[in-house]
Structure formats: structure tokens, C-alpha cells
């Protein structure tokens, strides 16, 4: 089965340009999320999606960040202009609602350097 | 906001030896999950506890659910080379509502000699 995939894998771009992310969740989850780490604070969830609704973006650390999910089978996270301190690994990751419990499960993620 | 402290941060042990790592969380959890994470990959889910005291095993892997709710452990027994990677801790209150917020630990780099 295919599981969340993402891309690209790795992007490098010099500080003030625009940088788009992109997120196919798995076939059937309604829930989306999308997370940073780094080495200093580690995993941090910026936003998660329910049914293509965002639900919380209190992570997204400021206006140059924006999530959109136009529908199940895709999301997007940009960053417009980024800065250095933006790199980091961005994951996704998604799950199933409909049964309890359902853990959620990660793409590789892409790894981001802003130069 | 909630808090996960993990410890230790770094592990390096020999082939063969029992290893183990822990969470403790400033707030009370009713999930606790734990992941690994290898190289170039993201973190994928060892094992999941949805009840206070509950110990769980997936092969030579052992988390139990603290019985205040507050903390976590995994034990990896008899460890093999391929266990090196950073392992995670993650919690969830969700009160019945739509809650699906994960909080992770920083993680415990294993590093495993042959």
C-alpha cells in the first residue's frame, strides 16, 4: 500500500524566495497534519486538517507560513519569503477517523535549506 | 503547553545488551505512542498505549503506560544492529472531542556496536 508521500525530497533555494511543499496523504485518511523538526525543538506540529478543514494552526510560526488542503488527496505548506532560520525537515502525515485509535503515519518528509 | 521530557538523549551500547528510555510529562496523557525514526525517513509507530498500567510487547519491544498517566517507557531487549535510530516518545489528551494533537519528546539516539 502506498503510504503518505511527499516531495520534494530535498530543496535548497536562497533566502527570499517562495517554497512550496506538497503532501498526498493515504488513500482514505481524513486527518492531515504537518510538523517540523529540527535539531533544537524537535517534532512540532504546525497545522492538521480534518476533512480538508483546517482545525488548528497555532504551530504555524508566523504569517510567512500558509497550509492549504484544496482536497483529500493533497496538501501544500508554503513559505513566502523564507528565511535561513525556516530550515529543517517539514513532515506530513495523516490518519483515518473513522476507527479509534488509529495512530497516524508519516511520509520521509523533505528537507529544507534556505540559503 | 504540554511537555515531554525523554531521556536519556543518547544511548551507545553493544550488541546484545537490554536498553531503556523514558517520557515523563508535566500534564496527564490518555495515548501514548512510541516511534522510531531511521535515516532519511520519518518516524514510524513501534507501539501504542491507550490505558493507564497497560504494558505492551511488538517482539522484543516493551512500553508500558505509567499509572499516573504522566509517563512511559519502552524497553528493547537483546538489541541487534539494525535497532540504531532515534526512538520517540509522543502523548495525546483528547477529551472526547477532536483532539488528535501529538506532543513528542525531543528522542534517545540509539547507537548499537556490533
Known amino acids: 500500500d502506498a503510504g503518505v508521500i511527499q516531495s520534494p525530497r530535498h530543496e535548497v533555494t536562497e533566502m527570499g524566495q517562495e517554497v512550496t511543499l506538497r503532501c498526498k496523504p493515504i488513500?482514505?485518511?481524513?486527518?492531515l497534519f504537518w510538523y517540523r523538526q529540527t535539531m533544537m525543538r524537535g517534532l512540532e506540529l504546525l497545522i492538521y486538517?480534518?476533512?480538508?478543514?483546517?482545525?488548528?494552526d497555532s504551530g504555524m510560526p508566523e504569517d510567512r507560513f500558509s497550509a492549504k488542503m484544496p482536497n483529500a488527496s493533497f496538501s501544500t505548506l508554503k513559505i513566502q519569503p523564507s528565511e535561513p532560520r525556516d530550515s529543517a525537515v517539514y513532515f506530513c502525515?495523516?490518519?483515518?477517523?473513522?476507527?479509534?485509535?488509529?495512530?497516524?503515519?508519516f511520509g520521509d518528509g523533505t528537507r529544507l535549506s534556505i540559503l | 503547553g504540554q511537555q515531554l521530557n525523554q531521556s536519556p538523549q543518547s544511548m551507545f551500547i553493544q550488541e546484545g545488551e537490554d536498553v531503556s528510555m523514558n517520557c515523563t510529562s508535566s500534564s496527564i496523557f490518555n495515548t501514548w505512542l512510541w516511534y522510531k525514526q531511521d535515516p532519511g525517513e520519518g518516524p514510524v509507530l513501534l507501539i501504542a498505549?491507550?490505558?493507564?498500567?497497560e504494558l505492551t510487547s511488538n517482539g522484543r519491544l516493551t512500553a508500558q503506560f505509567g499509572i499516573t498517566r504522566k509517563d512511559s517507557f519502552l524497553n528493547i531487549s537483546a538489541s541487534i544492529p539494525s535497532d540504531v535510530g532515534i526512538y520517540f516518545c509522543a502523548g495525546r489528551w483528547n477529551s472526547g472531542g477532536s483532539n488528535y494533537k501529538l506532543t513528542f519528546g525531543k528522542g534517545t539516539l540509539l547507537t548499537v556496536n556490533p
Open positions: 498505549l491507550y490505558k493507564a498500567g
Open positions: 486538517f480534518n476533512n480538508n478543514v483546517p482545525i488548528d
Open positions: 488513500s482514505g485518511h481524513d486527518y
Open positions: 502525515a495523516s490518519r483515518s477517523g473513522q476507527i479509534s485509535n488509529q495512530p497516524q503515519h
